[in-house]
């Protein structure tokens, strides 16, 4: 056991906040957002702005993908085999991009590394209007998953380093809580285009617009530039400082572990409320556009609404209860409403009281990834730390992805028997959180 100090998560071990000249002095009494300066709000907004494109372009392959395979394969007894692959490209994409533009915001700073991944998924969401090809279209997802898994670690780790300790979890909560109002535009957008997917892509050009904001607003956060004059040698963005360091390769690893069992039921259990309500529905007769319509508002304005203040709860809760029993709260409940959701509900109107308590449960610990991870880790690897973790985790997910679309699949297996039975992936969430350090009222660590 180590003693105060060495250990990383003594508040004795390094100065408060890192002496980040943004800070000023934090009240010592009063709500979390007292004492929060305007340029601090900026970096928040501009964080979450690229957060709500990222999730954008993610959430708008779910829901326009039956209408895009179909008119490219022209086949749909493919659709759903090519569905599960695409998903399970785009994890892959993003945990290559995360981990590369992680190490490289550490480097060269989060404003540059922020540019070039904003840039990278805008400009290839928008060349997806023109594919006509389904390999094209994968290796177009590709492209936007690199930047996307880079854009995260970098705008996660900025919000940390700019904002005081007593609001870094609601901040930080707030920026991944942001997600939904991705999910609700996704769902906006393929509800108003219809069959017509091409144009939902199309609008994923947007945020492009957000490079000329970044480059005129955002300065690099005092701690990133004090890391870089006190880290010796090369450590900055360090793949062997963060994984062969015995201070921060297990951390590295059991963080992995915990946003792979997130990520694993998100895209296997929280993403099917849409395909548990369309199978009600046709079950209770309904034809197969009004279904479509139906489990679409469903899962991408009703369940998405439970599950926004699922992640805007995360923060308040881990700021008063802490990190650690607040991620045990998610996982134990969000396994629990599982079979809730698969088999009480015998209606369309049942299913929406339903959903918003499954959304709340199953994606209410998505933002514990971005208050936690970057309190993991010193300033010189914060990001490439935070980004192993959360797009490490993407590819641990990719077997869970790939058996839930073995096991959906198979003659004779009801989707509801296949949701519930992969809601038990929670459970490895609780053991592994149970070995994690508790880094409530802790500072940022800046030292080596």
Same mark, same amino acid.
Request: hydrophobic letters at 50%; aromatic letters at 12%; one cysteine or more.
């Given at each position: 056991?180590?003693?105060?100090?060495?250990?990383?998560?003594?508040?004795?071990?390094?100065?408060?906040?890192?002496?980040?000249?943004?800070?000023?002095?934090?009240? #010592? $009494?009063?709500?979390?957002?007292?004492?929060?300066?305007?340029?601090?709000?900026?970096?928040? %907004?501009?964080?979450?702005?690229?957060?709500?494109?990222?999730?954008?372009?993610?959430?708008?392959?779910?829901?326009?993908?039956?209408?895009?395979?179909?008119?490219?394969?022209?086949?749909?007894?493919?659709?759903?085999?090519?569905?599960? =692959?695409?998903?399970?490209?785009?994890?892959?994409?993003?945990?290559?991009?995360?981990?590369?533009?992680?190490?490289?915001?550490?480097?060269?700073?989060?404003?540059?590394?922020?540019?070039?991944?904003?840039?990278?998924?805008?400009?290839?969401?928008?060349?997806?209007?023109?594919?006509?090809?389904?390999?094209?279209?994968?290796?177009?997802?590709?492209?936007?998953?690199?930047?996307?898994?880079?854009?995260?670690?970098?705008?996660?780790?900025?919000?940390?380093?700019?904002?005081?300790?007593?609001?870094?979890?609601?901040?930080?909560?707030?920026?991944?809580?942001?997600?939904?109002?991705?999910?609700?535009? @996704? #769902?906006?957008?393929?509800?108003?285009?219809?069959?017509?997917?091409?144009?939902?892509?199309?609008?994923?050009?947007?945020?492009?617009?957000?490079?000329?904001?970044?480059?005129?607003?955002? $300065?690099?956060?005092?701690?990133?530039?004090?890391?870089?004059?006190?880290?010796?040698?090369?450590?900055?963005?360090?793949?062997?400082?963060?994984?062969?360091?015995?201070?921060? =390769?297990?951390?590295?690893?059991?963080?992995?572990?915990?946003? #792979?069992?997130?990520?694993?039921?998100?895209?296997?259990?929280?993403?099917?409320?849409?395909?548990? %309500?369309?199978?009600?529905?046709?079950?209770?007769?309904?034809?197969?556009?009004?279904?479509?319509?139906?489990? $679409?508002?469903?899962?991408?304005?009703?369940?998405? @609404?439970?599950?926004?203040?699922?992640?805007?709860?995360?923060?308040?809760?881990?700021?008063?209860?802490?990190?650690?029993?607040?991620?045990?709260?998610?996982?134990?409940?969000?396994?629990?409403? %599982?079979?809730?959701?698969?088999?009480?509900?015998?209606?369309?109107?049942?299913?929406?009281?339903?959903?918003?308590?499954?959304?709340?449960?199953?994606?209410?610990?998505?933002?514990?990834?971005?208050?936690?991870?970057?309190?993991?880790?010193?300033?010189?690897?914060?990001?490439?730390? #935070?980004?192993?973790?959360? =797009?490490?985790?993407?590819?641990?997910?990719?077997?869970?992805?790939?058996?839930?679309?073995?096991?959906?699949?198979?003659?004779?297996?009801?989707?509801?028997?296949?949701?519930?039975?992969?809601?038990?992936?929670?459970?490895?969430?609780? %053991?592994?959180?149970?070995?994690?350090?508790?880094? $409530?009222?802790?500072?940022?660590?800046?030292?080596?």
């Amino acid at each position: 056991m180590q003693d105060e100090s060495t250990n990383p998560y003594s508040n004795s071990s390094r100065p408060s906040d890192g002496g980040n000249k943004s800070l000023g002095t934090e009240p #010592a $009494k009063g709500p979390w957002y007292e004492g929060v300066t305007g340029y601090q709000w900026l970096i928040l %907004v501009i964080a979450c702005a690229g957060w709500v494109f990222d999730v954008y372009e993610g959430q708008i392959f779910n829901i326009t993908r039956n209408d895009m395979l179909k008119e490219v394969l022209g086949d749909e007894a493919s659709v759903k085999a090519w569905g599960d =692959n695409f998903l399970a490209i785009f994890l892959v994409g993003g945990t290559i991009g995360g981990l590369l533009f992680g190490s490289l915001a550490d480097r060269f700073g989060r404003r540059p590394i922020m540019i070039a991944t904003i840039l990278m998924y805008s400009l290839f969401s928008g060349l997806t209007y023109f594919a006509n090809d389904i390999y094209v279209i994968g290796i177009l997802r590709f492209l936007v998953a690199l930047g996307i898994g880079g854009e995260w670690a970098v705008a996660a780790s900025l919000v940390a380093e700019v904002f005081p300790k007593r609001a870094r979890a609601h901040a930080t909560g707030i920026f991944h809580a942001s997600s939904i109002l991705g999910t609700w535009l @996704a #769902a906006l957008s393929g509800i108003l285009v219809g069959t017509n997917w091409r144009y939902a892509y199309l609008l994923g050009v947007l945020p492009a617009v957000l490079i000329v904001i970044v480059r005129a607003c955002v $300065k690099e956060p005092e701690r990133w530039r004090q890391a870089q004059t006190s880290v010796s040698g090369n450590k900055a963005g360090s793949f062997s400082e963060l994984l062969l360091n015995p201070q921060w =390769n297990t951390l590295a690893l059991r963080g992995m572990l915990l946003a #792979a069992v997130g990520l694993g039921t998100f895209w296997s259990v929280t993403v099917a409320g849409q395909d548990l %309500v369309r199978e009600l529905l046709l079950t209770n007769g309904a034809d197969e556009q009004v279904a479509g319509g139906k489990s $679409k508002f469903a899962y991408g304005i009703i369940q998405a @609404a439970g599950g926004g203040l699922g992640l805007l709860s995360f923060g308040p809760l881990a700021a008063r209860f802490g990190r650690k029993p607040t991620f045990i709260f998610f996982h134990v409940f969000g396994m629990l409403i %599982v079979p809730v959701v698969c088999f009480v509900p015998q209606t369309y109107t049942q299913m929406l009281i339903v959903l918003p308590v499954f959304g709340f449960l199953t994606l209410g610990m998505h933002s514990g990834y971005a208050i936690y991870f970057p309190e993991l880790f010193p300033t010189h690897i914060r990001a490439t730390g #935070a980004s192993f973790c959360f =797009n490490g985790g993407r590819l641990l997910a990719v077997p869970v992805l790939l058996f839930s679309g073995w096991l959906k699949a198979r003659d004779g297996m009801p989707l509801d028997y296949a949701v519930t039975g992969l809601s038990l992936i929670f459970l490895i969430g609780i %053991v592994v959180m149970l070995t994690l350090p508790e880094t $409530k009222n802790r500072d940022l660590i800046d030292t080596e």
